[in-house]
């Protein structure tokens, strides 16, 4: 089981106030994950990381690289998967802020990739959010770089079968990703196996810039429009091969200029967690104030928390499920020899890593209960009391 660790001293980096002036690029081979977990976790910073992905199973056989240009291996894909339905968004229709999605089988879509006809539909679906790996449990198509192997949301998500935030993509050239950030303001990581994908990645702060008078963000950007607007932005251009670590609150716009797939995950961990659990404050503030003419109405917090399950995606008992999960396990791991906490794809955390998680995690719960976030709800703070005094009494976490 490989480890992975970090260096003694817990304490958290300081974000970055000063812009930095590129995204750096930098070989797997030149970056430790203590480095990756400093350097650029911690204080918020993107990076995009080269030679990642040139053992992976779907590097190697989805794409016939015998052929000029390249393409797609469909006869391979064909035999490896079932005919599916598959999710597909239909980058011609906007739905509200997003394109609109429907579900076409998946060999239907494959086959639009062989087909040159120009009147056809190709340059317009794009297959997204696909839980590939999820459905074909057995199907080892890729693993986690170590990088990003500390992922508290998919390691709760995938330990107890449920959903999970692991993502294949398929783009023909000129399907995109409208501008956004990422759900709950968490991480993502995305490896491009085939074909060149352009980023445009925002600094936290600077879409601001972008608001209209109704404080609304726009659909889709240009470089022309953000340099219009003054925002300091970064145009990456990923080939294969290549991973982005897209940090928290990050807004970002993504075009395949070529055919390209993808693997996405997105994820939290001990450097994000409190700005997940600030931005679902933040989101049920909002719930809050939409309903406030309700606030009488019977059961009115309950509501509230279903009305932010239903906009936010989470809402406090899944976040502190979550927490408390990870929590256990790495207060169980203190008492043994080996010290270790298992991750997905055969990782593990070190002791010095675990340390800090548990630390993170008091502090977090601590000022949870101190501020009276969970005040209105007696039985999650119920919970995190009970968690924090088993933190508290493990002098080891300390």
């Known amino acids: 089981m490989e480890e992975i660790e970090i260096s003694s001293d817990t304490t958290v980096a300081a974000t970055h106030s000063v812009f930095p002036a590129k995204i750096e690029r930098i070989h797997l081979s030149n970056l ?7 350097n650029f976790m911690q204080p918020n910073r993107a990076i995009v990381v080269e030679g990642i992905a040139n053992d992976w199973e779907c590097f ?32 011609g229709r906007q739905h509200y802020n997003s394109h609109e999605k429907l579900e076409l089988p998946l060999y239907d879509f494959l086959q639009s990739w062989e087909n040159d006809d120009t ?36 390691e709760y998500l995938v330990e107890r079968a449920a959903d999970d935030y692991r993502f294949v993509y398929i783009g023909p050239k000129g399907t995109w990703t409208a501008f956004h950030a990422d759900v709950f303001g968490s991480y993502s990581w995305s490896v491009n196996i085939f ?15 972008l608001r209209n008078s109704l ?22 251009e990923q080939e294969a091969g290549e991973a982005i670590f897209v940090p928290t609150g990050w807004y970002h716009q993504v075009t395949n200029v070529e055919d390209a797939i993808s693997v996405n995950h997105n994820w939290f961990n001990g450097c994000n967690v409190a700005t997940i659990w600030s931005n679902l404050r933040d989101a049920l503030a909002d719930v809050r104030r939409e309903i406030d003419d309700c606030r009488d ?25 979550i927490v408390l999960y990870v929590c256990d396990k790495r207060l169980a791991s203190l008492g043994e020899d080996v010290g270790q906490v298992k991750q997905i794809d055969g990782y ?12 993170t995690i008091r502090n977090l719960l601590h000022e949870t209960i101190e501020k009276g976030f969970l005040d209105d709800y007696p039985d999650l703070r119920k919970a ?3 968690c924090l005094n088993k933190i508290l009494s493990t002098s080891r976490a300390l």
Request: proline share 7%.
């Open 60 to 91: 190697r056989r989805w794409i016939d690289r015998s052929v000029v240009p390249p393409k797609l291996n469909v006869p391979y894909l064909k035999q490896k998967l079932a005919n599916v339905p598959v999710p597909v968004a239909d980058c």
């Open 297 to 321: 109405m019977d059961n009115f917090d309950e509501h509230c928390q279903v009305m932010l399950k239903a906009s936010f995606g989470m809402d406090y008992a899944d976040f502190l499920a």
């Open 348 to 359: 593990a955390l070190g002791k010095q890593h675990i340390g800090f998680d548990v630390v």
């Open 32 to 38: 430790s994950y203590d480095q990756f977990f400093r």
């Open 384 to 386: 995190a009391a009970s």
């Open 119 to 154: 009147e056809s539909n190709r340059n317009r679906y794009y297959l997204k959010d696909w839980h590939l790996r999820s459905e074909c449990p057995g199907y080892e198509f890729y693993r986690t770089p170590s990088l990003f192997a500390s992922d508290w949301l998919n």
């Open 195 to 209: 074909g060149l994908k352009r980023w445009y990645l925002l600094p936290p702060g600077e879409e601001r810039k």
């Open 215 to 236: 404080r609304n963000l726009p659909f889709s950007v240009t470089e022309q429009t953000l340099r219009d607007a003054g925002v300091t932005f970064f145009t990456i």
